[in-house]
């Protein structure tokens, strides 16, 4: 978007939002993913989250990501410090290494309940305590979107708020 390349984007907020459009979409919370069962027999402290074998995704925006800025800062108020064992680049992998029993992650619960049953076999989730939620939202410059952008951010909402009502539906 700042460099002029994309129409428009789905991004976590906080945003810079001088000259942008911001529409939130989707709230979504931060679960604690294991294929251990006794892990998740109740919420996940960050305390807990200092002395666990993590895998967190977005490695390449570690220093920027929203998930992982929240995360450290809950652990830092415990006096500890957030330091994975292992990080990879998207959301899939971290989930395929947690199911093989390597490392524990954080997502959210709209990705779990979005994969379905294509999310690896053995895995389950616990909340976070205190509970953590990302807002995420469709963003674009002031302005006209193109026609086939607009289709696009159109669509992107349907499907993001019909995530929303789905995952208020089922218990947590």
């Not at 459009?21 to 993913?33: A, H, I, K, W």
């Not at 666990?52 to 220093?63: F, G, I, M, N």
């Not at 800025?69 to 652990?75: I, N, Y």
């Amino acid at each position: 978007m700042r460099k002029g390349r994309l129409e428009a984007a789905v991004i976590a907020l906080p945003v810079e939002d001088e000259n942008m459009v911001v529409t939130p979409v989707l709230r979504d919370e931060l679960v604690y993913v294991s294929a251990d069962p006794s892990r998740l027999h109740a919420r996940v402290t960050p305390a807990a989250l200092a002395a666990a074998q993590l895998v967190l995704p977005d490695a390449s925006w570690r220093e920027t990501d929203t998930t992982r800025r929240q995360l450290a800062q809950a652990v830092q108020r415990t006096g500890h410090s957030l330091r994975p064992r292992i990080e990879v680049e998207d959301t899939e992998t971290a989930l395929d290494i947690a199911a093989r029993g390597l490392a524990d992650t954080v997502t959210w619960r709209g990705v779990l309940h979005a994969l379905g049953d294509r999310l690896p076999a053995g895995l389950a989730w616990a909340p976070l305590r205190p509970a953590m939620y990302e807002t995420f939202a469709v963003v674009h410059r002031q302005g006209e979107l193109s026609p086939a952008s607009r289709v696009v951010v159109d669509l992107v909402m349907a499907r993001m708020r019909g995530l929303d009502r789905a995952m208020r539906a089922e218990p947590a």
